[in-house]
């Protein structure tokens, strides 16, 4: 579990730095922790990833937990990344606000608009968004019937084991 979520962690701190220089010049500074801007665009971003009934699950405690994963040099990139989401968003589609302020089909139409983009480095912005909202499901059993998840199949279905034989043609 740690393990995964590092390495979602690490992949978006990679989505970070693939961001053209040219760009990274109009970003604020990175911050240690994720600030309220951070926090406002992680909330939206949680009601396009998860539709209906979002508003009831609480991530924030476990992306707090999930920059604990990182380097202390990396956690503000990680921190910084909703933010700079949210600025470069601005800067691409000027007729576009505060992503936190944009209707719910506007919200998850910008979130496609990055998925999909032709430029790389949106993509990878956007798919390390998308994998920072939905990385705290994985050990939050709370979450599971929220999503008609019905929990990992360890331990839950009996899988067969077969012996491991060496020497034989498989």
């Given at each position: 579990?740690?393990?995964?979520?590092?390495?979602?962690?690490?992949?978006?701190?990679?989505?970070?730095?693939?961001?053209?220089?040219?760009?990274?010049?109009?970003?604020?500074?990175?911050?240690?922790?994720?600030?309220?801007?951070?926090?406002?665009?992680?909330?939206?971003?949680?009601?396009?990833?998860?539709?209906?009934?979002?508003?009831?699950?609480?991530?924030?405690?476990?992306?707090?937990?999930?920059?604990?994963?990182?380097?202390?040099?990396?956690?503000?990139?990680?921190?910084?990344?909703?933010?700079?989401?949210?600025?470069?968003?601005?800067?691409?589609?000027?007729?576009?606000?505060?992503?936190?302020?944009?209707?719910?089909e506007?919200?998850?139409?910008?979130?496609?608009?990055?998925?999909?983009?032709?430029l790389?480095?949106?993509?990878?912005v956007?798919?390390?968004?998308?994998?920072?909202?939905?990385?705290?499901?994985?050990?939050?059993?709370?979450?599971?019937?929220?999503?008609?998840?019905?929990?990992?199949?360890?331990?839950?279905?009996?899988?067969?084991?077969?012996?491991?034989?060496?020497?034989?043609?498989?």
């Open positions: 579990m740690k393990l995964s979520r590092r390495a979602f962690a690490l992949g978006a701190v990679a989505a970070a730095a693939a961001i053209p220089r040219s760009l990274q010049a109009a970003l604020p500074p990175p911050e240690a922790s994720f600030g309220p801007a951070d926090l406002d665009v992680l909330d939206a971003l949680k009601g396009v990833v998860y539709g209906p009934g979002a508003e009831a699950l609480d991530i924030r405690p476990a992306l707090q937990e999930t920059l604990g994963f990182l380097d202390a040099d990396k956690q503000p990139v990680l921190a910084s990344l909703p933010s700079t989401f949210d600025k470069l968003s601005r800067v691409l589609v000027p007729t576009w606000g505060a992503y936190a302020g944009l209707a719910p506007t919200q998850a139409a910008a979130l496609v608009d990055w998925l999909e983009s032709p790389p480095f949106r993509r990878q956007g798919q390390a968004l998308r994998q920072l909202v939905l990385a705290h499901c994985y050990g939050n059993e709370a979450t599971w019937a929220q999503l008609d998840y019905p929990g990992p199949w360890l331990g839950r279905v009996p899988l067969p084991a077969h012996p491991l034989r060496f020497g034989e043609p498989s």
